[in-house]
């Protein structure tokens, strides 16, 4: 569920979405910038996507942009564009909050007022209903609350990853630290402030430092705050983190890395409640939810002497929260997979790559969806389809993920882009409303450094079926890399057998098992 | 008077009367009748005419229907006001777009008062349809009255 801000001086949507989209929660509406300002302070960061008309019949005063001695007209025309004023302040506040603007472009000058950019969706709400609206709001919220690590909140239906989920709502309203152990890119950064924060009904801001990044001798300054000449360079009284988000929440990322001193202070802000800035003698009051990362075994550097035992128990370790790694999670693999492509398509690039796309095929295209796994997606009107197949899917699967789910959302976005940017410019099929993302462009994505010549030695991925007998999965991984390694060399023999046998002279020699294996050079000179 | 006799001035006033109309009337008549679910029974469908055709607009200023959103730009249209203030004042109603318009309001108007009424149930069909050739007149004036693109580059002006 999102929580929706309408700005709308009328009732009609008012009226209608909450029954026609009921799974979202709808606020307002508030009928001028005045109000939704107010509201948006109210709700304290919880608000997750703003709807937004254009047309506001209010009074002169209420307008943004209003000036005494406007003419009648000029007050007119800030009436029937007021939207965009709200939208260019709305922007100065909350500049990364998604905004939905219902509108058609035409007659509005939006390059004038500043309103392309990201973030922003115009719906034309003259063909509105509830089905585009509700994809485009699905989107926009899935691609908000995914975009600290580019990835996003998928919970999936596994036991461990719903038992995760009702664990971190309960740690998140307590007052102690929340403690997230977990491998690298698997969502500890975005659970932390779209769970944790998001949930802990704290009205101050969530800051979030990466300790990995800050030298050592800077760190204790950075999170607790300085006076002037406290240290060489300290040329004025700075805020530390933690006065920053006095009030909300401290994210710390690889709390393993704090520094000897900055473990002391961060143990006496602890025990005490209390911040004193480097030089300083003055206490300072915080209220600050801390929660720590990190892909460390703490307990272990504590036995070491690397890290204070105090401070670790101070940590509250005994709820620590381990995110599983991506491989871990294949129970929701095609639902993960289709989430990350709608995330991946709500974004303003790919959009321009899909209005391309659908000129060529002379199909304005007005809603996108995925379909993730086996048979063709029905047809819908002026839907385009980007379509992962199964086989897609499987390669997807076996691969390893060291990077979790980061790595899988960046792979899945570049997919969609190399996808719809090959299929712009080639005659459409019979279905031109459908995109296919090929295996073979997986293959070319996930071959990273991983694959190739290394060191002198050939590296390559091979995929494993279960066959009839061990002879057929060996010809099968044999015919993968001889067609891996065909195309790697451009079809040159020579140089296939040199890194094969170390003989450049044994190209004959890998033609023959080349033809034993059935493999046809014309079929593959075509992928060349 | 027809659309293609206005002076280049007029024709913009009329175009923008146009899109202004399009919002007010022409998007809000079908409004909450594009949302009803294709098995939406004859109560929820009645509902849905008279939100849009008897609750045009509505907020904190009250409700007004179709034809009194629409009369301003019915006035304008023939020649009772101007097409913006200080503007001219043009009788456009024999040109064959802006006729439409007035044809499909005057069609709504006449379906207001039984579709306020008990039987309501006999107009609602009638009522879907005289909205949407509304909706259709207002899009068609937009496009037709829409000023023509410079055919010489060079007559493009940039400030």
Same mark, same amino acid.
């Given at each position: 569920?999102?929580?929706?801000?309408?700005?709308?001086?009328?009732?009609?949507?008012?009226?209608?979405?909450?029954?026609?989209?009921?799974?979202?929660?709808?606020?307002?509406?508030?009928?001028?910038?005045?109000?939704?300002?107010?509201?948006?302070?109210? @709700?304290?960061?919880?608000?997750?996507?703003?709807?937004?008309?254009?047309?506001?019949?209010?009074?002169?005063? *209420?307008?943004?942009?209003?000036?005494?001695?406007?003419?009648?007209?000029?007050?007119?025309?800030?009436?029937?564009?007021?939207?965009?004023?709200?939208?260019?302040?709305?922007?100065?506040?909350?500049?990364?909050?998604?905004?939905?603007?219902?509108?058609?472009?035409?007659?509005?000058?939006?390059?004038?007022?500043?309103?392309?950019?990201?973030?922003?969706?115009? %719906?034309?709400?003259?063909?509105?209903?509830?089905?585009?609206?509700?994809?485009?709001?699905?989107?926009?919220?899935?691609?908000?609350?995914?975009?600290?690590?580019?990835?996003?909140?998928?919970?999936?239906?596994?036991?461990?990853?719903?038992?995760?989920?009702?664990?971190?709502?309960?740690?998140?309203?307590?007052?102690?630290?929340?403690?997230?152990?977990?491998?690298?890119?698997?969502?500890?950064?975005?659970?932390?402030?779209?769970?944790?924060?998001?949930?802990?009904?704290?009205?101050?801001?969530?800051?979030?430092?990466?300790?990995?990044?800050?030298?050592? *001798?800077?760190?204790?300054?950075?999170?607790?705050?300085?006076?002037?000449?406290?240290?060489?360079?300290?040329?004025?009284?700075?805020?530390?983190?933690?006065?920053?988000?006095?009030?909300?929440?401290?994210?710390?990322?690889?709390?393993?890395?704090?520094?000897?001193?900055?473990?002391?202070?961060? %143990?006496?802000?602890?025990?005490?409640?209390?911040?004193?800035?480097?030089?300083?003698?003055?206490?300072?009051?915080?209220?600050?939810?801390?929660?720590?990362?990190?892909?460390?075994?703490?307990?272990?550097?504590?036995?070491?002497?690397?890290?204070?035992?105090?401070?670790?128990?101070?940590?509250?370790?005994?709820?620590?929260?381990?995110?599983?790694?991506?491989?871990?999670?294949?129970?929701?693999?095609?639902?993960?997979?289709?989430?990350?492509?709608?995330?991946?398509?709500?974004?303003?690039?790919?959009?321009?790559?899909?209005?391309?796309?659908?000129?060529?095929?002379?199909?304005?295209?007005?809603?996108?969806?995925?379909?993730?796994?086996?048979?063709?997606? @029905?047809?819908?009107?002026?839907?385009?389809?980007?379509?992962?197949?199964?086989?897609?899917?499987?390669?997807?699967?076996?691969?390893?993920?060291?990077?979790?789910?980061?790595?899988?959302?960046?792979?899945?976005?570049?997919?969609?882009?190399?996808?719809?940017?090959?299929?712009?410019?080639?005659?459409?099929?019979?279905?031109? *409303?459908?995109?296919?993302?090929?295996?073979?462009?997986?293959? *070319?994505?996930?071959?990273?450094?991983?694959?190739?010549?290394?060191?002198?030695?050939?590296?390559?991925?091979?995929?494993?079926?279960?066959?009839?007998?061990?002879?057929?999965?060996?010809?099968?991984?044999?015919?993968?890399?001889?067609?891996?390694?065909?195309?790697?060399?451009?079809?040159?023999?020579?140089?296939?057998? @040199?890194?094969?046998?170390?003989?450049?002279?044994?190209?004959?020699?890998?033609?023959?098992?080349?033809?034993?294996?059935?493999?046809?050079?014309?079929?593959?000179?075509?992928?060349? | 008077?027809?659309?293609?006799?206005?002076?280049?001035?007029?024709?913009?006033?009329?175009?923008?009367?146009?899109?202004?109309?399009?919002?007010?009337?022409?998007?809000?008549?079908?409004?909450?009748?594009?949302?009803?679910?294709?098995?939406?029974?004859?109560?929820?469908?009645?509902?849905?005419?008279?939100? $849009?055709?008897?609750?045009?607009?509505?907020?904190?200023?009250?409700?007004?229907?179709?034809?009194?959103?629409?009369?301003?730009?019915?006035?304008?249209?023939?020649?009772?006001?101007?097409?913006?203030?200080?503007?001219?004042?043009?009788?456009?109603?024999?040109?064959?777009?802006?006729?439409?318009?007035?044809?499909?309001?005057?069609?709504?108007?006449?379906?207001?008062?039984?579709?306020?009424?008990?039987?309501?149930?006999?107009?609602? $069909?009638?009522?879907?349809?005289?909205?949407?050739?509304?909706?259709?007149?207002?899009?068609?004036?937009?496009?037709?009255?829409?000023?023509?693109?410079?055919?010489?580059? $060079?007559?493009?002006?940039?400030?």
């Amino acid at each position: 569920m999102a929580d929706i801000l309408l700005v709308d001086d009328q009732d009609r949507f008012a009226q209608l979405l909450p029954r026609a989209i009921p799974e979202h929660r709808f606020l307002g509406p508030a009928r001028s910038w005045g109000q939704a300002r107010d509201l948006l302070r109210q @709700e304290r960061g919880r608000i997750d996507l703003v709807l937004l008309d254009v047309h506001f019949d209010i009074p002169e005063a *209420d307008l943004v942009g209003f000036q005494e001695g406007m003419a009648p007209k000029a007050v007119e025309r800030l009436r029937r564009e007021q939207g965009l004023h709200i939208l260019t302040v709305l922007r100065r506040e909350h500049p990364d909050l998604p905004v939905i603007v219902l509108t058609s472009r035409e007659g509005m000058d939006l390059q004038r007022l500043g309103a392309e950019e990201e973030y922003t969706t115009f %719906l034309d709400d003259d063909d509105l209903d509830a089905q585009v609206l509700r994809a485009q709001i699905d989107a926009m919220v899935a691609a908000r609350r995914g975009e600290e690590i580019d990835g996003a909140v998928f919970w999936g239906t596994g036991l461990a990853m719903q038992r995760l989920r009702q664990r971190l709502a309960i740690l998140a309203r307590g007052r102690l630290p929340v403690v997230l152990l977990g491998p690298t890119g698997t969502g500890k950064s975005l659970l932390a402030r779209h769970v944790v924060h998001a949930r802990s009904g704290r009205g101050g801001r969530f800051v979030a430092v990466d300790l990995a990044t800050l030298p050592s *001798d800077l760190m204790a300054a950075h999170l607790f705050g300085a006076v002037r000449g406290a240290y060489t360079g300290s040329v004025g009284d700075r805020e530390g983190a933690f006065e920053a988000a006095d009030g909300g929440t401290l994210f710390l990322d690889e709390v393993g890395n704090l520094s000897a001193d900055a473990q002391k202070m961060l %143990l006496s802000v602890l025990q005490d409640g209390v911040v004193t800035r480097l030089g300083d003698l003055r206490e300072r009051p915080v209220d600050v939810k801390l929660v720590v990362a990190t892909n460390e075994d703490l307990a272990a550097r504590v036995r070491e002497g690397s890290f204070r035992a105090d401070l670790y128990m101070r940590l509250n370790p005994a709820t620590a929260v381990t995110l599983p790694s991506l491989v871990e999670r294949q129970l929701d693999w095609n639902r993960l997979v289709g989430f990350l492509v709608e995330q991946a398509l709500a974004r303003p690039y790919l959009r321009d790559l899909i209005d391309d796309y659908g000129r060529g095929v002379d199909l304005p295209f007005r809603r996108i969806q995925a379909h993730v796994g086996s048979g063709m997606p @029905e047809r819908r009107p002026r839907t385009l389809v980007l379509h992962f197949p199964e086989r897609t899917l499987r390669r997807l699967r076996h691969h390893p993920w060291p990077g979790n789910l980061r790595e899988l959302s960046m792979v899945v976005e570049n997919a969609a882009l190399f996808a719809l940017s090959e299929a712009i410019g080639v005659e459409a099929g019979e279905r031109p *409303d459908v995109v296919v993302v090929r295996k073979k462009l997986l293959d *070319d994505l996930l071959r990273g450094p991983g694959e190739g010549v290394e060191g002198g030695h050939l590296r390559m991925e091979v995929e494993i079926e279960p066959q009839e007998t061990l002879n057929r999965v060996a010809v099968a991984c044999e015919t993968q890399y001889f067609i891996k390694l065909y195309l790697q060399e451009r079809g040159d023999f020579a140089r296939m057998a @040199e890194l094969l046998l170390g003989d450049p002279e044994g190209g004959r020699k890998v033609q023959l098992r080349f033809n034993q294996l059935g493999l046809k050079v014309r079929d593959l000179k075509a992928q060349l | 008077m027809t659309l293609d006799e206005l002076e280049p001035a007029s024709r913009l006033a009329l175009h923008e009367l146009a899109l202004r109309l399009q919002h007010d009337v022409g998007k809000y008549v079908t409004l909450q009748a594009r949302w009803l679910p294709a098995d939406a029974d004859v109560g929820a469908r009645i509902e849905a005419a008279r939100a $849009d055709l008897l609750r045009t607009a509505r907020g904190p200023a009250g409700e007004r229907d179709a034809m009194a959103v629409a009369e301003p730009f019915v006035a304008a249209l023939v020649g009772e006001a101007a097409l913006e203030e200080g503007g001219s004042v043009v009788d456009l109603a024999e040109d064959p777009a802006v006729a439409e318009v007035l044809a499909a309001v005057a069609e709504v108007g006449r379906l207001l008062a039984p579709l306020a009424e008990p039987g309501a149930a006999d107009v609602v $069909d009638d009522a879907f349809a005289a909205a949407r050739r509304l909706r259709e007149a207002c899009r068609a004036l937009v496009a037709a009255s829409r000023p023509p693109e410079p055919s010489d580059p $060079d007559d493009v002006f940039f400030p």
